[in-house]
């Protein structure tokens, strides 16, 4: 077969495929634009997630007729005349790749226009057809992508559901506006507002109307370096440690890069003050000389790479570890995986991670029903106090034939003699398993209980942006909540299952997991599974939470008759058992 050169717009096609993933892709490319352009307002309509229309209104400097004719063709940028401006690049966009390849497989327009200009230029572009014209707009640049991979449909078929791709889109707007504290941002999604940050006058304030109150009331803040090298940036106090890293932001020289190096210094910068298995927030800006450090290493510059990765990894720690010094450590929360723990080496191989025995007995049901009522009362999670009259139930609750609950240690786990041996059994991934159950089989009729007096939550606008998708899977689930003033939010009723004690910090955590835990999530049943296994995590027993011994046989109960019970919803199992047999072993007793 002949070797004949590509025509242009396959070539486009083939570029885009680099450049463009997905309509967060679109956005990123465009925003570095209007941020180049110094624009000090920019503003974001969406619709269907950006795959349906994607525009950005910027009040930048524009572009003249010639530029903007120029700026849809391959390989033409304003930013590099030699081989040398390649490696001490200071803007955002510099490949001339990115508005060739994002017209090449949308239906795109691009309308600009310069302060000293009377009209503007207006440039339309659809399956390589491109038509330039005058006519009336403001001092700016416009871009509007609509129809996204509409011309390539294998390419279409791999986008997420609109809920996902809004998601990614927030994500990386709220990485630009960490940076950018003088730009007034605006975003709207299906012709509504999901997120507006005005410019601020310090970027400590704008970091901590992001982090939202809790987080952005604890901020401590990172200035140390000289001009050669530069760390600033801010940390959460260490008790906002979480499992998830969704609040982790590298930048270098004003770029938001994926570096897992810089990450793990300020994890170890953190140390023992957090549990080994959380994650601290933090932002960390990096600022090199261009030369240091290579933009180009990654198609769509989510990476870099230094020239001396040991000089900045041991810098990042130790100025981490020196501005968190003189707080203490935090305690280990009620999410602590199992392999964090553990067992004296020599046995280690011989756990057994089950449920109990299949030859033990159950109890009878009527104590199950008993223990699964007196549970739900009972749980420290879920309410304040048992009822009088219940005392007298409890009494009745029966273990199985040779079972003996032997106590609680560290207020975490439950030890239980068995007809075998001994069980050590995860009080908190018991409860969960159990809430889950509970909630599966009444999620189409949960009870919901009014609050007394409103519950106000302020969450961080990315958390918010959140709340119209899932509106009405909340009203399904139990939740009345409405909107109260900028990201504020008003609870007037909740599920009966989280009780009044502990709603405001159940509501904020749910808001915080669901930007992770409903991604890729697009039914309806699906949302619904999600928002089970959260609400199942924040109204379970606690680690650290005191039980009575009535209140570990009605759990142990429960958890009895629970499905798939060897497992909490995350996978951690919620038993270990050893046998007589392991620890006569153990002890080097003869077998009895």
């Known amino acids: 077969m002949t070797i004949v050169k590509l025509p242009q717009d396959i070539i486009n096609k083939i570029a885009a495929g680099e450049v463009v993933e997905r309509p967060a892709s679109v956005l990123k490319e465009c925003v570095e634009n209007s941020l180049d352009a110094g624009a000090s307002n920019i503003r974001i309509d969406l619709t269907e997630g950006g795959m349906k229309n994607i525009q950005i209104t910027d009040n930048g400097h524009g572009m003249s007729v010639e530029d903007a004719e120029q700026a849809t063709e391959p390989h033409t940028t304003s930013k590099i005349q030699s081989l040398e401006d390649l490696f001490s690049i200071q803007s955002f966009g510099f490949r001339g790749e990115a508005l060739a390849s994002i017209s090449s497989v949308s239906q795109f327009s691009l309308t600009t226009r310069r302060e000293e200009d009377s009209t503007a230029t207006i440039v339309t572009m659809e399956n390589g057809n491109k038509q330039i014209t005058q006519g009336g707009a403001p001092v700016g640049t416009t871009i509007e992508v609509r129809n996204l991979f509409y011309n390539v449909p294998a390419r279409q078929k791999y986008l997420k559901s609109a809920q996902t791709e809004f998601k990614h889109c927030i994500t990386l707007l709220t990485q630009f506006a960490l940076l950018t504290h003088t730009v007034n941002w605006q975003v709207f999604h299906n012709n509504k507002p999901v997120l507006t940050l005005p410019a601020t006058n310090s970027w400590k304030q704008r970091v901590a109307t992001l982090w939202g109150p809790e987080k952005g009331t604890d901020l401590i803040e990172m200035n140390a370096g000289g001009e050669t090298l530069r760390i600033q940036g801010f940390l959460a106090h260490p008790r906002h440690a979480s499992e998830k890293r969704d609040m982790q932001h590298v930048f270098v020289n004003n770029r938001a890069v994926q570096d897992f190096l810089t990450l793990k210094a300020v994890k170890d910068g953190y140390g023992s003050l957090i549990p080994r298995y959380t994650h601290p927030s933090a932002i960390v800006h990096i600022t090199v000389d261009p030369k240091t450090v290579d933009v180009n290493v990654h198609p769509r510059k989510l990476e870099v790479k230094f020239s001396d990765t040991s000089l900045i990894f041991s810098n990042v720690k130790k100025i981490v570890s020196q501005h968190l010094s003189g707080f203490e450590p935090v305690a280990a929360s009620s999410e602590i995986p199992l392999e964090t723990f553990s067992q004296p080496t020599p046995i280690r191989h011989q756990h057994r991670y089950s449920a109990p025995s299949q030859q033990a007995p159950k109890p009878q049901p009527e104590d199950v029903r008993r223990a699964m009522n007196l549970y739900t009362l009972q749980s420290p999670a879920i309410s304040s106090a048992i009822q009088p ?59 919901s209980q009014k609050c007394a007096f409103p519950i106000t939550i302020d969450l961080p606008p990315q958390e918010y942006a959140l709340f119209e998708e899932y509106q009405e899977l909340f009203t399904e689930f139990g939740f009345e909540i409405e909107p109260f003033g900028g990201t504020t939010l008003a609870v007037n009723a909740l599920p009966s299952v989280i009780g009044d004690s ?9 808001f915080h997991d669901l930007r992770s835990e409903m991604a890729g999530n697009n039914s309806v049943e699906e949302k619904k599974d999600a928002l089970c296994k959260i609400v199942a995590c924040k109204t379970a027993i606690k680690f650290g939470d005191l039980l009575s011994t009535e209140q570990q046989i009605a759990l142990i109960c429960a958890w009895i008759d629970t499905p798939n019970n060897q497992s909490c919803i995350h996978g951690r199992p919620c038993t270990i058992e050893l046998s007589d047999k392991e620890m006569r072993k153990w002890f080097k007793r003869p077998s009895g």
């Open 389 to 447: 009259e219940d005392n007298g139930q409890i009494a009745e609750i029966q273990l199985p034939e040779g079972w003996k609950v032997i106590g609680q240690i560290h207020s975490s786990y439950l030890i239980l003699e068995t007809t075998d041996g001994m069980m050590v059994m995860d009080q908190h991934a018991m409860s969960e398993r159990v809430n889950y159950h509970q909630l599966k089989q009444t999620s189409d009729t949960i009870s």
């Open 502 to 510: 502990n709603a405001k910090e159940a509501i904020l955590e749910l």
